[in-house]
């Protein structure tokens, strides 16, 4: 252990947990110690079965210290996440053509869907109703395709270009599209729950239907570059 509150890194052996994220330090909690011991003296004779049972107690104790402790952390983690390593799987592009077949709403996918850097420009049929879910976009260009109907759900596209892309009928939920280029995209109809665009170029977006909650809406509105139909049509009063 690099320190008395935690290590440098932190890692995990489970599934959810891809690699190791950077911890950092915070002043105020240096103070906290999560210590799991047990009594060895060795003039104290228990039974078998009771210590059995102590360290069992011992065990569920010190989880439930450590879980504390990693939550109060959590703002520390999240900050300091980086994304995974570009996939290294030569035919990762054509992943988006197969789409994600389970955990379409939560962002749970059977394999990870890295789309980064990849070029769908005026791709009109493969794209269509596909589940990304959870999908790594970023810096990937979309112009002109066909996105109708598609479930991107907490799906990553900052800096990705989608100028002119359909999203009709799209469930769009908490995707981050920040700094993405929309210009001239239409979300006819389309669920918009939870999803960013900060700093996102949004000139001659469509916005017909969208549904949208009222904070949301409240942030897409902040967004300078939506012209004036437009705002019409998300209804925004600033």
């Given at each position: 252990?690099a320190?008395?509150l935690f290590?440098?890194?932190f890692s995990?052996?489970?599934p959810?947990v891809s690699?190791?994220?950077?911890l950092t330090?915070?002043p105020?909690l240096?103070?906290?110690r999560?210590?799991?011991?047990?009594?060895?003296?060795n003039s104290v004779s228990t039974?078998?079965?009771?210590s059995c049972?102590?360290?069992e107690?011992r065990?569920?104790?010190?989880?439930?210290l450590?879980v504390?402790a990693l939550t109060?952390?959590?703002p520390?983690i999240?900050?300091?996440?980086?994304?995974?390593p570009?996939?290294?799987?030569p035919?990762r592009c054509q992943?988006?053509?197969?789409?994600?077949?389970?955990?379409q709403a939560?962002?749970v996918?059977?394999k990870a869907i890295d789309?980064r850097?990849?070029?769908?420009?005026?791709?009109?049929?493969n794209l269509?109703?596909?589940s990304?879910?959870?999908?790594?976009?970023s810096?990937?260009i979309?112009?002109?395709?066909d996105?109708?109907?598609?479930?991107m759900s907490?799906?990553?596209?900052?800096?990705?270009s989608?100028?002119?892309?359909?999203?009709?009928?799209?469930?769009?939920?908490?995707v981050?599209?920040g700094?993405?280029?929309l210009t001239?995209?239409?979300?006819?109809?389309t669920?918009?729950?939870g999803s960013t665009?900060e700093?996102?170029?949004?000139?001659?977006v469509?916005?017909e239907?969208?549904?949208?909650?009222?904070?949301d809406?409240?942030k897409l509105?902040?967004n300078?570059?939506?012209?004036?139909?437009?705002?019409l049509?998300?209804g925004c009063r600033?």
């Amino acid at each position: 252990m690099a320190s008395p509150l935690f290590p440098h890194t932190f890692s995990s052996s489970s599934p959810a947990v891809s690699s190791a994220v950077k911890l950092t330090r915070l002043p105020i909690l240096s103070s906290i110690r999560v210590t799991c011991s047990a009594n060895t003296n060795n003039s104290v004779s228990t039974s078998k079965e009771d210590s059995c049972k102590f360290k069992e107690l011992r065990n569920v104790a010190c989880g439930i210290l450590t879980v504390w402790a990693l939550t109060t952390t959590t703002p520390v983690i999240a900050a300091n996440q980086r994304l995974p390593p570009l996939s290294t799987d030569p035919e990762r592009c054509q992943r988006a053509f197969v789409g994600n077949t389970i955990g379409q709403a939560n962002g749970v996918y059977d394999k990870a869907i890295d789309l980064r850097f990849c070029d769908y420009t005026n791709e009109k049929t493969n794209l269509k109703g596909k589940s990304l879910a959870a999908a790594l976009m970023s810096e990937a260009i979309f112009d002109g395709a066909d996105m109708s109907e598609v479930v991107m759900s907490k799906a990553y596209a900052v800096g990705a270009s989608f100028k002119g892309t359909d999203f009709t009928n799209a469930v769009l939920d908490r995707v981050n599209f920040g700094k993405a280029n929309l210009t001239g995209a239409s979300f006819k109809n389309t669920v918009l729950s939870g999803s960013t665009f900060e700093d996102a170029q949004l000139q001659d977006v469509v916005f017909e239907d969208t549904i949208i909650g009222y904070i949301d809406l409240q942030k897409l509105c902040v967004n300078k570059t939506i012209n004036e139909d437009s705002r019409l049509e998300l209804g925004c009063r600033n």
